[in-house]
């Protein structure tokens, strides 16, 4: 029996938090569109320079670019008994794309939770992350600060500032994220399985009121 959640929010609502949390409680593996970006962009595969460019620029990756990446994802083993998707889908093309992927494995996208935070939490969020250069683990300033200054808890290794982690670049992607996103959530609610979850909240309990929406059938 296969389980799809697919996370939605915007730019620092924490949806890869979330997803992390629901991987552990739920033992499905946490697909994070961001980390498939990185991992291309690492190995300069030809679609990982392809979306560092619009990356660096605040930009969202085009569907077509982001579906090839993800399709290879889901086509791996771990995936057998379903997914936590984070970041994926963003637009209504590529809604349809997962639909046909999932189609194919006889399942389909089970439940949406969309992280719901308002504008200003999200700029403030953002313009204070950190970015662990060796695995990309995140940090906060302010939420979640290191240890040790400048270096990553678990790794030992460097953390930096993203270009589109700044507050300028941050505003420009909610509002990218806003325009382009809307549609997606009013189709998800149109098909039912659309949850909204309030993200101004301790992540303990942004996780315990997603759990609380997760069928039955697939707690542990």
Request: proline share 5%; aromatic share 4%.
């Given at each position: 029996?296969?389980?799809?959640?697919?996370?939605?929010?915007?730019?620092?609502?924490?949806?890869?938090?979330?997803?992390?949390?629901?991987?552990?409680?739920?033992?499905?593996?946490?697909?994070?569109?961001?980390?498939?970006?990185?991992?291309?962009?690492?190995?300069?595969?030809?679609?990982?320079?392809?979306?560092?460019t619009y990356i660096d620029q605040g930009e969202l990756?085009?569907?077509?670019?982001?579906?090839?990446?993800?399709?290879?994802?889901?086509?791996?083993?771990?995936?057998?008994?379903g997914t936590i998707l984070d970041g994926f889908p963003?637009?209504?093309?590529?809604?349809?794309?997962?639909?046909?992927?999932?189609?194919?494995?006889?399942?389909?996208?089970?439940?949406?939770?969309?992280?719901?935070?308002?504008?200003?939490?999200?700029?403030?969020?953002?313009?204070?992350?950190?970015?662990?250069?060796?695995?990309?683990?995140?940090?906060?300033?302010?939420?979640?600060?290191?240890?040790?200054?400048?270096?990553?808890?678990?790794?030992?290794?460097?953390?930096?500032?993203?270009?589109?982690?700044?507050?300028?670049?941050?505003?420009?992607?909610?509002?990218?994220?806003?325009?382009?996103?809307?549609?997606?959530?009013?189709?998800?609610?149109?098909?039912?399985?659309?949850?909204?979850?309030?993200?101004?909240?301790?992540?303990?309990?942004?996780?315990?009121?997603?759990?609380?929406?997760?069928?039955?059938?697939?707690?542990?």
């Open positions: 029996m296969l389980l799809t959640i697919s996370i939605l929010g915007a730019p620092g609502a924490g949806k890869g938090t979330q997803a992390t949390l629901l991987s552990k409680k739920l033992g499905l593996p946490h697909i994070s569109s961001g980390d498939i970006f990185r991992e291309n962009i690492k190995n300069q595969t030809d679609l990982g320079k392809l979306a560092k990756v085009p569907d077509d670019v982001t579906i090839l990446m993800i399709k290879d994802r889901l086509s791996r083993p771990d995936c057998a008994k963003r637009t209504p093309a590529q809604a349809i794309a997962l639909d046909e992927m999932l189609k194919e494995l006889n399942t389909r996208v089970d439940l949406v939770p969309f992280i719901d935070v308002e504008d200003d939490v999200l700029i403030n969020r953002l313009s204070g992350r950190w970015t662990c250069r060796e695995s990309g683990h995140i940090y906060h300033t302010t939420f979640n600060p290191p240890r040790v200054q400048g270096i990553c808890n678990i790794d030992g290794s460097e953390l930096y500032q993203r270009d589109d982690d700044t507050a300028e670049t941050a505003k420009h992607r909610i509002q990218v994220y806003r325009e382009q996103t809307s549609p997606l959530i009013d189709h998800y609610k149109n098909v039912g399985i659309l949850e909204v979850i309030n993200g101004d909240q301790y992540i303990e309990h942004v996780c315990r009121d997603i759990m609380a929406v997760v069928p039955k059938k697939f707690k542990k």
